[in-house]
């Protein structure tokens, strides 16, 4: 495979188990019975509802407003009846108001009609961005208009994209760079203008060769000034920090962001998002999601309405080949969120909804091996952590980092004792912020 470049602090090497999805071409998923839509779609403070039972919504229609500077407006994916509002609890266990949608039988074709974004100046283009919902689509859900909006006295050098997908099982992203590569192009092409960075790099890990040399083919004819970096396969390569090592060489320090380097970090399902956005003004209304895990029957990769249930995925990929079900996970296996609820509705940011078999780990005691500080890529003491949250001394593991870490769970990966250190750093920072 050659030489490739990587991060070099820490990381593990997990089973990628990408061959379930991975020759799976993008389906359009049969528009479910019901769509439930969060207004707790994007990482900062909720979208204000705009709606009430018994309203008629438009597809793209926006029905959440973006109550704060962190936020993001939530779209209708249908033209429907509202059926009702109500509380719902996600993935992630947070419980946000939903406006729950009963989807017309004919749905009218929108989106078609072609706008010139080369004659849009650039905060003209970010106002787009804003309106159209754009958020950050590899989970972390930021919204994107925020992120773009550079601040004064600071300039881009590098813009990197991140077509990493270092997460098993996950190749929604990649199926996008097969089939959609020139919609991906043109999106970069926009955030090009937005940003004028002096360069842009789009890094790929190297299990994906055969999207790298389709791009790369395709930026030649196109003639854009965009470099593709194969990467080595290593997880959480696809964090920003460890993608922006890994690219450009460059540590974000504690406490700062991409942009306090001179680097913006875009998923590139966001940038295809944008490109949507700036050509079709489509809101951010459906997305392309992994179905896999071992558990289920034929994985897919859907193209699914934002607030499709768990269950309409499942079904659509011919439900379970088991009785026993271990868990159900919202992105990959690594960060994403375990649920059980099946009416569950996907989110912006669900990358992926895996069905895994039953795995029997029994928790023992730490024996100070050690092999969780020398995997952690933020270089931190995972073990004198966990151990100072267990004894209440938040104080102390927050002074350890505990708040740059980034949750990757490359120690608890390799804990021998399997000690829930991840959900024991999240207890902390909670705890540890209230203190």
């Known amino acids: 495979m050659g030489r490739y470049s990587t991060f070099k602090k820490g990381g593990v090497h997990p089973a990628d188990k990408k061959e379930l999805a991975k020759n799976s071409a993008i389906e359009v998923l049969p528009l479910p019975s019901e769509l439930i839509v969060s207004m707790s779609q994007h990482l900062g403070a909720p979208a204000q509802c705009l709606k009430k039972k018994g309203d008629t919504v438009e597809k793209g229609e926006k029905i959440g407003e973006a109550s704060s500077f962190i936020s993001a407006d939530v779209h209708s994916p249908v033209s429907g009846v509202v059926s009702e509002v109500r509380k719902v609890r996600l993935a992630s266990g947070a419980v946000a108001d939903a406006v729950v949608i009963k989807p017309n039988e004919v749905q009218p074709e929108m989106f078609q009609q072609k706008y010139n974004w080369m004659e849009q100046e650039k905060d003209e283009l970010l106002s787009l961005v804003k309106a159209m919902g754009i958020v950050g689509m590899g989970g972390a859900t930021f919204p994107t208009n925020v992120k773009l909006n550079i601040p004064t006295g600071k300039s881009v050098d590098a813009l990197v994209i991140n077509g990493v997908e270092c997460e098993p099982y996950l190749t929604a992203d990649y199926r996008v760079m097969m089939e959609r590569a020139e919609g991906v192009l043109e999106g970069i092409m926009v955030l090009n203008k937005i940003l004028s960075p002096k360069k842009i790099i789009i890094g790929i890990e190297s299990n994906k060769m055969d999207a790298v040399k389709h791009l790369e083919d395709l930026i030649k004819i196109k003639n854009y000034n965009i470099n593709v970096m194969p990467l080595k396969m290593k997880y959480p390569q ?10 450009i060489n460059r540590e974000v320090p504690s406490g700062k962001l991409p942009i306090d380097i001179g680097a913006v970090v875009c998923n590139l399902g966001t940038a295809y998002a944008i490109y949507e956005a700036a050509v079709f003004h489509k809101p951010l209304i459906e997305r392309v999601i992994t179905v896999s895990g071992e558990a289920i029957t034929t994985p897919k990769n859907i193209l699914a309405p934002i607030g499709t249930k768990a269950s309409d995925l ?13 868990e159900l996970v919202s992105g990959g296996p690594m960060m994403g969120f375990a649920f059980s609820d099946e009416d569950t509705p996907m989110i912006k940011g669900s990358s992926g909804l895996l069905a895994l078999l039953p795995v029997k780990l029994d928790t023992g005691v730490c024996v100070s091996c050690g092999k969780c500080v020398q995997h952690c890529p933020m270089g931190l003491m995972p073990n004198k952590m966990f151990r100072n949250i267990k004894y209440k001394n938040y104080q102390v593991a927050m002074d350890l980092g505990l708040m740059d870490c980034k949750e990757c769970g490359c120690c608890a990966y390799i804990c021998p004792a399997h000690l829930p250190l991840v959900q024991g750093f999240k207890l902390g920072k909670k705890l540890g912020r209230k203190k």
Do not use: H
């Open 238 to 247: 696809g964090d920003e920090k460890q993608l922006l090592k890994a690219t």
């Open 314 to 326: 499942i079904s659509y990929c011919g439900g379970y080949n088991t009785q026993e079900i271990g």
